[in-house]
């Protein structure tokens, strides 16, 4: 069993508790800082992790567990980052047992563990103009890539999609950073009636054709992308959102088809040449356990919202 | 193999000490006499059905009836035999008198582990290869069994509670990096802090424990043991930060320079799964063993009432491969209720690198073993999960390098296995991490880190061992190596 106790708790006494008890475990535990809800399903969680906020890149992750014994390890994106307070950002969608475990804590309270950054950062350089695509949830791990593409001195154009309006998340943010910004939706409720590939094409024809396009999104999203801009030689990267175990490239667990080879998501990517990639095995190996997750997590409606999300 | 009830057993050792001991002093002649102890165990069909441990440790009785079949030879070759070269005609004459705190003092001499490796070095092709009664009797099975001797003593301190904290002597002022958990890092830790050093242990996992923990299955090596062998540690002031992964929380060079550390043990282990590279082998349903165990070990995939962790329910498994990790696999399977668990292995029996316990466990549990067999292909459904696997059949031909006779795939020999899970445990090699990070590293072209005798590498201040230096080795090499290191740091750090 775990035993919760705050960074500050002086190690001496730690130790001497340890010693009385064999069994209690010293954790260094991450505080939730700050806990808001961005839309129905979607929250950003401000977390004390200095070390990471210190050495973390765009396009990095990390692993987190609610509970230590009987905990899953799941990887999320670190959506941004405070040097001086020493916080890393989360955001993430509830859609199986871990993630609501997540949104169920609160301000105050501690994140049983936390690891990283893990993966391989960004490549970020001056390409010239470069179209950020994000499709539901997918917008918060683009975030910081946006940035650093900007901070590189690109172009920047996004395109965003949602299913409507209510699930439209960091669009301030979004507008504060890029040149451009192409709301997209299923339902026409906000921006325009469209899937995000249609304003991908049409910037892939204008005359202004990137020179670089970053997917990030539900698979299925990202596997048009890659098909919208081949014909049109673009390179295209794309950020895979596969199972992990312990994201050290230790298990395999997150292993894509790549150009007809094996890669490891966690160490060798997350992000991989968007053309090259199998996505149609991605996708089934991302179902692997669903027969087993519909049981631990009772309210399948969120899960049913991801998957209809992956269309936007 | 029928199976032999513990207090059937116990009440036989209790004859035999009774009779051993009403004899007076015994010659060589009435040593090798006395029968070898049979290890009690959990009756194959009931632990079929249970993480619980296989093997349940001799009685002090037995322990002492098995202590007797010790010749002492003068030249002892078993030491030597021992990669650590354990005193073990000494400790083994302690238990013997009953004195089994003197056995594990001699043990704790040159062993920190010896909980561990009691029960999981292959002990048939280490001390008790060369044992002397083995000789005599014509069998190295019949060998003194000096792993279970070991082990027994060990629990039996454990279960006294009080096992000693060893001395540690009064504060440097330096402070020692110690990367990774694993056999190799234990042993660091605990030596270079009895130096009177600060040491910090950096762990990627949430738990400490390494192999020992996400590896080999509880039925073999109880957590609990490695839980206390860790609690030792912080008892003695090792301070254990997990979810740290060097390299990418911090590089070895910021640890050095940026937190001052004087000295950093590298001892990461071999945690890369190697795959086949054949066809199908990323459909649903295919895991590396490492993967599959960390689920089930680490993660707890197996307590489905409890655990958020899912593991794949299975039907038929195929394992790939014949050494422990195979075998650890294929037992796993099992228990986690496949009705059908196929072993298949591209040598022949004698050539597999499991240990012969294990090999033997695994049968009588009924894993089928499918020799000189290798796959060629995964067939999946439409759903891209696993259908069947298509192998050929070998036969063996001319010895190679490694001198065991090279399996030869038989034309035309192909057949199909039915089945819906594969299990690949056809090895590890060195995870790149600390290498692509650590500039001025040097490393073999197998990614092995590159070290001089004493377990430094081309870095100042910077040693390894363990797997990471090995190859995948065992659980003793590895604590061996942590042995040379640390006290080469200590040396290193004292001028
Ligand atoms: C590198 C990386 C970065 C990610 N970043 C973010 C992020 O910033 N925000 C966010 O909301 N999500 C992110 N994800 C996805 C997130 O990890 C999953 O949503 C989460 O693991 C689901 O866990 P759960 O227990 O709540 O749901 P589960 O009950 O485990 O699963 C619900 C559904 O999610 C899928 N799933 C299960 N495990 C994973 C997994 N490890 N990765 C992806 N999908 C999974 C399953 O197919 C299932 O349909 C990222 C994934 C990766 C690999
Ligand atoms: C399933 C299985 C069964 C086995 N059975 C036996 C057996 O019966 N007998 C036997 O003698 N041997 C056995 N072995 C082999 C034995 O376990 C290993 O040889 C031994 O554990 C190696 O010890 P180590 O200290 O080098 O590293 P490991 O035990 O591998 O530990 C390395 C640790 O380092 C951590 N780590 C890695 N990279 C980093 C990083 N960058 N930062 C921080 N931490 C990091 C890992 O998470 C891990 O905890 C088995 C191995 C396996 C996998
Ligand atoms: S440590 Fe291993 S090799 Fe050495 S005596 Fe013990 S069982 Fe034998
Ligand atoms: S070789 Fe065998 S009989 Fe001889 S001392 Fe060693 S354990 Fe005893
Ligand atoms: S998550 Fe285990 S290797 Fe990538």
């Given at each position: 069993m ?31 800082v ?5 839309s129905?399903?979607?929250f950003?969680m401000e ?14 992750f990390?692993?987190?567990q609610?509970?230590h014994d ?17 916080t ?7 859609v199986?047992a871990?993630?609501?475990?997540l949104?169920?804590l ?10 990283g950054?893990?993966g391989?950062p ?9 179209v950020?695509v994000?499709?539901?949830i ?17 172009k ?12 439209v ?10 040149d ?8 026409g409720s ?29 698979p299925?999203?990202m ?9 049109y ?35 060798d990517?997350?992000e ?13 190996r ?19 919202l ?7 | ?10 009440a036989?050792?209790?004859?035999q000490?009774e009779q051993?001991?009403a ?9 090798t006499?006395i029968?070898q ?8 069909l ?8 296989v093997?349940?440790?001799y ?20 030491i ?11 400790f083994?004459?302690?238990i ?6 003197g ?31 083995g ?25 006294q ?5 060893p001395?540690?002597?009064?504060s440097?002022?330096k ?5 990774g ?22 762990e ?7 192999v ?15 839980q ?9 002031g090792?301070?254990?930060r ?11 060079h ?21 795959f ?41 498994v ?5 050494g422990?990790?195979?075998?650890d ?18 040598r ?13 466990h ?34 063996l031909?001319e ?6 006779r090279?399996?030869?795939?038989i ?8 089945v819906?899970?594969v299990i ?9 991490l600390?290498?692509q990070?650590?500039p001025?590293l ?34 003793i090499?590895?604590?061996?190596e ?14």
């Open positions: 775990a035993y919760v106790l705050p960074r500050s708790y002086p190690l001496r006494e730690i130790t001497a508790l340890i010693r009385h008890s064999g069994f209690f475990f010293f954790v260094l535990m991450n505080k939730i700050r806990k808001r809800q961005l129905d399903a979607v950003r977390i004390e992790a200095p070390l990471i906020a210190e050495e973390r890149k765009p396009g990095q990390i692993i987190l609610v509970e009987f905990g899953e390890r799941i990887p999320l994106t670190i959506a941004d980052a405070d040097l001086q307070a020493g890393i950002s989360l955001i993430f969608q509830t199986g871990t993630t609501k475990k949104a169920a609160n301000e105050g309270d501690f994140i049983a563990d936390l690891v950054p893990l391989l960004t490549h970020l350089e001056k390409v010239g103009t470069v950020c994000g499709g539901g997918g917008v918060a791990p683009l975030h910081p890539i946006v940035q650093g593409l900007k901070e590189a001195g690109n920047v154009i996004v395109i965003m999609g949602a299913r409507n309006k209510d699930l998340i960091l669009e301030d943010e979004m507008r504060a950073l890029a451009e910004i192409i709301l997209c939706s299923d339902d906000v921006g325009r009636k469209a899937l995000v590939t249609e304003p991908l094409k049409e910037l892939c024809e204008s005359a202004e054709k990137p020179d670089l396009v970053v997917a990030v999104g539900p299925i999203m596997k048009f992308c890659a098909l919208t801009t081949k014909p030689e673009v390179h295209t990267i794309v950020s895979l959102n596969t199972i992990m175990v312990d994201g050290t490239g230790m298990c395999g667990g997150c292993r894509v088809t790549v150009g007809g080879e094996t890669k490891f998501v966690c160490v990517g997350p991989f040449d968007g053309h090259l990639v199998d996505f149609d095995n991605m996708m089934k991302l179902a692997s356990y669903k027969d087993i997750e519909h049981k631990a997590s009772h309210t399948c409606k969120t899960e049913e991801l998957k209809r999300g992956g269309k936007s | 193999m029928s199976h032999t009830p513990l207090v059937q057993l116990e036989a050792a209790k004859a000490l051993i001991l004899k007076g002093p015994l010659k060589p002649k009435d040593r006499a029968p102890q049979e290890m009690p165990s959990q009756d194959a009931d632990r079929r059905g249970n993480m619980h441990q093997a349940l440790g009685t002090p009785e037995q322990a002492r009836v098995e202590a007797m079949r010790c010749l002492q030879c003068k030249n002892a070759p078993c030597a035999g021992c990669p650590v070269n354990i005193d073990i005609p000494r083994i004459a302690r013997a008198e009953g004195d089994y705190r056995g594990i003092d001699v043990i704790k001499e040159t062993s920190v582990l010896p909980a561990v490796c009691g029960r999981v070095c292959p002990q048939e092709t280490q001390c008790q290869a060369v044992c002397t009664v000789k005599v009797l014509k069998d190295v099975d019949l060998s003194v069994s000096i792993g279970r001797l070991e082990r027994f003593v060990a629990d039996w301190e454990r279960e509670g009080a096992s000693e904290l001395e540690i002597l009064a440097t002022g402070k020692v990096a110690v990367i958990s694993g056999p190799a890092s234990i042993t660091v830790a605990a030596d270079v802090r009895r130096a009177g050093h600060e040491v910090t242990v950096f990627a996992f949430h738990k400490p424990g390494g020992l923990l996400y590896g080999i299955p509880e039925f073999r090596l109880p957590k609990q043991i490695v206390q062998e860790i609690d030792t540690l912080r008892a003695m090792v301070e254990i997990t979810n740290f992964v060097v390299g990418r929380t911090r590089k070895i910021d640890l050095m320079q940026k937190d001052g550390y004087d000295a950093v043990f590298i001892g990461t282990g071999a945690g890369l799964p190697r086949m590279n054949m066809e199908g082998e990323n459909l649903v349903g295919v895991f590396s063993a490492n993967e599959y165990l960390t689920r089930s070990n680490l993660m707890r995939a197996y307590d489905l009432d409890r655990a958020d962790t899912p593991i794949y329910s299975s039907r038929k195929a394992v790939l491969g014949g422990n990790v195979a075998m696999a294929a037992r796993t399977a099992l228990r986690l209720g496949a009705e059908e668990v196929h072993l298949v292995y591209r022949s029996r004698t050539e597999m690198p499991a240990r012969v316990e294990e090999v033997q695994a049968e009588e549990e009924g894993v089928m073993f499918h020799f000189l067999t290798n796959p060629v292909q995964i067939l999946g459904d439409e759903d891209a999960r696993v259908a069947s696997m298509e192998c050929l059949r070998y036969e031909g010895p190679d390098a490694s001198g065991r090279r399996p030869i795939p034309e035309g020999s192909n057949f199909k296995m039915d819906d899970t690949v445990a056809i090895g590890n090699n060195s995870n790149p600390i290498g990070t650590t001025g040097e490393l073999n072209k197998r990614g092995n880190i590159v070290v001089d005798e004493s377990g430094k590498t081309s870095l100042e201040g910077v040693y390894a061992g363990g797997d990471i230096v090995l190859g995948a080795a065992t659980v090499l590895a604590m061996g942590g042995r040379k290191a640390a006290a080469a740091m200590n040396e290193y750090l004292s001028r």
